[in-house]
Every structure is written in C-alpha cells, then in structure tokens.
C-alpha cells in the first residue's frame, strides 16, 4: 500500500474507534479489537497474519500489565476498607493547621490515589469536604479543588495507577523513570491546578453543601473511639511508599552497587513492579486486615471484589497491545515516523496532541492513553527512542488524556454531582483544573526532554 494509503488507512482506524465508541457505545476493548482486525485486512494483511499480530499483542502486553494492575487493585481495596484514606487526610490536615488544610487536602490527594481509584478515592472523603465548608462557610471549592487536584495527578501520571502503568507496557518503559518523571511533572502541576486555582476559583464562585448530601454528612469531629479504630498515619505511608520505593531503587541499583553484584540481583528481583507490588499486598492484607479483625473470608471478598474494575483496565490494555501490533505489522508506524520528521514535529508534540485529541472527542482518559500510546509504538523503533525518553513519552501521553475533561466524561458528572454544580460551573472548575494539570505536565516533560 502506498504512503498516502497507509496515513488515510491510520486516520480511518482512529475515527472508526471513536465513532464506534461515542456513537454505537462499544465497549471500548471490543471497539479496539474490531478496529484491529479491519485495519489489518484492509492493509493487505493475510486473516492468519492478522491473527498472529492479535495474539501477539494481547499476550505481549496482558502478561506484563495483569500482574501490576490486579495487586495493585486488592491493595488498593484494602486500603480502602481499613479507614486508610482517612487517617491519611485527617494526619495531614491536623499538621498542617487550618489555614493551610487546601494544601493539606491536595497532599492527601496526590499520596491516597496512588493506590486507590479517583473516583473511590473522592467518594470516600467527600464527607471531610462537607464538613470543613459547614465549619468555616468557605465555598465547597476551596477545599475540592485541591484534593481533586492530587488525585487526578497521581491517577494520571504516577504508577501503579493503571493509566500510567498501560502506556508504559506499550511503550515499554521503565516504570522508574516513569514515577521519577510523573513527580516532577506532578508535583507542580497539583499546586497550581489545586491550592493556588482553588483559592482563585472558590472567590469567584461560592458552592454549599448540597442539601440532599448534608445527610449523608460526616459527623465533624470522630469521636475517640473512632479515631482508634483507623490505622495509623506511618503505617498508611509507609506502606502507600514502599513499592515506589523499591521500584525506584531497582532502576538506579546499577549505578549503586554495579551491573554483577548480588545485591543487585536482589533488588531487581524485589523491586520489579509486580514483585514489589506483591510485597505490598501481602503486608497490607496483614497489618490492615488480618491485625485489625478482617477475617480470612473478609479479605478474599475485599481481593476479588478489587479485580472487578481491573479487569476491565487489563484487557482495554491488552487491545491496545493488538491495535499497536497491528500498526507495526502493516508498515503504519514508519509512515507516521516519516511524516512527522517532514513536519519538523517533536514526538512529544505529536503524543501529547493525539491523546489530547481523543479524549476531548470521546472522553475517557484510560482509552485516550492507550489509543495515543497505539499510535505512537510503531514510531519508537523507526526513531530509536529509548532509555527516560520513553518515560517522558508516558508522562506526556498521559497529560494530553488527562486535558479538557467536559460531558462525555464519568468524572465530570461524579464531581457534577457530589459538589452540587451546575454543568456551566463544572466546566469553569473542574474542566479547567484538569486542563491545567495536563498543560503543565506537558511543559515540564518539554523542559525535562531537554536534558535526557
């Protein structure tokens, strides 16, 4: 096929997805499938290559992804059944006094939704929200946008979340570059879209508690006997840390201790992501279920029930390995190679304005990333990206997924919803922050690409 076919055969493939997603409602990981076996056949592929392809990427993909993304799942759930998003919030809101609890809020955002879902993560301490607006009759924003702020952050930009963890299957990065870079990538993104943008926004407009939520309230002050009840804030850190820790410390163990020594055999072993993850699982089962009264049956139902919403992140993952296969299989990847070279276009310019494009058109942010990092594959090789240009890759991905989040996305009406916002104000809010999340991410992976 020729190279003008093979540009219309991949902007095809990308408006078939989207449409089969926006219009038709597909479930996105049949919608990649679908879109894969057509683009296949109409390049020219055999049916029995494009098979092949399809096996290929599903297993090269699932089989690194399933692990990371199912412990990191229970671990999550246990977390969350133990009170830990609580103390989490509560410790930190405490050391940080009053005046500076939106920057406490953030913190606790950015640290609870490294293990936990955004959105189980909001619902669980929207109650902590309702309370300090009733206490202080500060606008409901002052205090949302900055815990919304650093769970976004987090959820978008620092493994083991699953967003960030798929494209960095695909890519095949280092997942330790990857939490280094979604740091500093992350860090002064959740300042500026949180306590400085919330402190701005919350004068511009005044939100109460919803009254059909004041109900449903958490008391102001716990009482004693509750406070007892939730673990403790070192225990809840130490154990939310302790796989990026290690992750960490298996990329850079060459540097310390040599390529051959034991000790670094040791630490590659453990600080594998889905090793070090495991780890985690286990100690967490323990100290926050089986030492806290979880009986064995309690912790299973609380494991598998965790699988349930990581199922569907696996296997959206594993299409996209078979859509990115495909790409490379029918010659698609060299051509966008070629073109952007003739436009002078950076590959992170490119990465970012694709992922950017799908989500603002079909909304959800986990198939915005592995759609763009689809694409992007098949160049990888063509251009010989390697090493922390691959993390920095992730991270601006994962910033152009996280832009402009608006009606066609779950997390708009969630924060619709709870905060009790008309769609013209959740537009000015949390449209907005999210927007200024992903620009910021992006400006920094420019700088940071600079120097690797």
């Known amino acids: 096929m020729s190279t003008v076919g093979l540009i219309l055969l991949a902007a095809f493939g990308v408006a078939l997805l989207l449409f089969l997603v926006i219009r038709t409602k597909l479930q996105a990981f049949l919608a990649l499938l679908v879109v894969s076996y057509i683009i296949g056949l109409l390049s020219g592929m055999s049916p029995s290559e494009v098979l092949q392809a399809v096996n290929d990427g599903m297993g090269g993909t699932v089989a690194e992804v399933a692990?990371?993304?199912?412990?990191?799942?229970?671990?999550?759930?246990?977390?969350?059944?133990?009170?830990?998003?609580?103390?989490?919030?509560?410790?930190?809101?405490?050391?940080?006094?009053?005046?500076?609890?939106?920057?406490?809020?953030?913190?606790?955002?950015?640290?609870?939704?490294?293990?936990?879902?955004?959105?189980?993560?909001?619902?669980?301490?929207?109650?902590?929200?309702?309370?300090?607006?009733?206490?202080?009759?500060?606008?409901?924003?002052?205090?949302?946008?900055?815990?919304?702020?650093?769970?976004?952050?987090?959820?978008?930009?620092?493994?083991?979340?699953?967003?960030?963890?798929?494209?960095?299957?695909?890519?095949?990065?280092?997942?330790?570059?990857?939490?280094?870079?979604?740091?500093?990538?992350?860090?002064?993104?959740?300042?500026?879209?949180?306590?400085?943008?919330?402190?701005?926004?919350?004068?511009?407009?005044?939100?109460?508690?919803?009254?059909?939520?004041?109900?449903?309230?958490?008391?102001?002050?716990?009482?004693?006997?509750?406070?007892?009840?939730?673990?403790?804030?070192?225990?809840?850190?130490?154990?939310?840390?302790?796989?990026?820790?290690?992750?960490?410390?298996?990329?850079?163990?060459?540097?310390?201790?040599?390529?051959?020594?034991?000790?670094?055999?040791?630490?590659?072993?453990?600080?594998?992501?889905?090793?070090?993850?495991?780890?985690?699982?286990?100690?967490?089962?323990?100290?926050?279920?089986?030492?806290?009264?979880?009986?064995?049956?309690?912790?299973?139902?609380?494991?598998?029930?965790?699988?349930?919403?990581?199922?569907?992140?696996?296997?959206?993952?594993?299409?996209?390995?078979?859509?990115?296969?495909?790409?490379?299989?029918?010659?698609i990847g060299d051509v966008i190679a070629d073109t952007m070279t003739n436009l002078n276009m950076p590959i992170l310019v490119f990465a970012f304005l694709v992922a950017s494009a799908v989500r603002i058109a079909q909304g959800s942010a986990t198939v915005a990333m592995v759609t763009a990092a689809s694409l992007i594959t098949p160049v990888i090789g063509t251009l010989g990206i390697e090493g922390p240009m691959l993390a920095l890759l992730v991270i601006t991905i994962a910033s152009g997924a996280t832009i402009a989040s608006h009606v066609n996305d779950s997390g708009f009406w969630l924060v619709n919803r709870f905060l009790g916002l008309s769609e013209k104000d959740t537009l000015k809010t949390w449209t907005v922050m999210e927007t200024i999340i992903a620009l910021v991410g992006f400006g920094v992976s420019l700088i940071i690409s600079f120097f690797v």
Do not use: C
């Not at 987090?154 to 095949?172: E, M, N, R, Y």
């Not at 740091?183 to 402190?199: K, M, N, R």
């Open 67 to 331: 692990v990371i993304i199912g412990v990191g799942a229970m671990f999550g759930e246990i977390l969350k059944a133990s009170g830990g998003a609580e103390r989490l919030a509560m410790t930190l809101m405490d050391k940080f006094g009053e005046k500076r609890v939106n920057w406490a809020l953030m913190l606790t955002g950015f640290i609870i939704s490294i293990p936990v879902f955004l959105d189980v993560a909001f619902v669980i301490l929207i109650p902590i929200l309702y309370s300090l607006a009733q206490k202080t009759k500060k606008s409901l924003l002052y205090f949302a946008i900055p815990l919304l702020a650093g769970l976004a952050v987090t959820h978008s930009f620092v493994p083991p979340t699953p967003g960030p963890i798929a494209v960095a299957s695909l890519l095949d990065a280092n997942l330790g570059w990857v939490i280094l870079f979604g740091l500093l990538a992350g860090v002064p993104a959740a300042i500026i879209a949180g306590p400085v943008f919330g402190t701005y926004i919350s004068k511009k407009i005044h939100v109460e508690v919803p009254k059909e939520m004041l109900k449903n309230m958490a008391e102001e002050a716990r009482g004693k006997e509750y406070d007892k009840e939730l673990p403790s804030f070192k225990m809840i850190a130490s154990l939310i840390l302790l796989p990026l820790f290690l992750i960490l410390l298996n990329t850079f163990s060459s540097a310390i201790f040599g390529e051959e020594s034991t000790a670094r055999s040791i630490l590659t072993f453990i600080g594998n992501p889905g090793v070090a993850l495991t780890i985690t699982a286990l100690l967490t089962f323990y100290f926050l279920g089986t030492r806290r009264g979880f009986s064995k049956e309690d912790i299973q139902e609380i494991a598998t029930k965790a699988l349930e919403p990581a199922g569907i992140i696996i296997l959206i993952t594993g299409a996209g390995g078979v859509f990115g296969e495909v790409l490379v299989a029918t010659g």
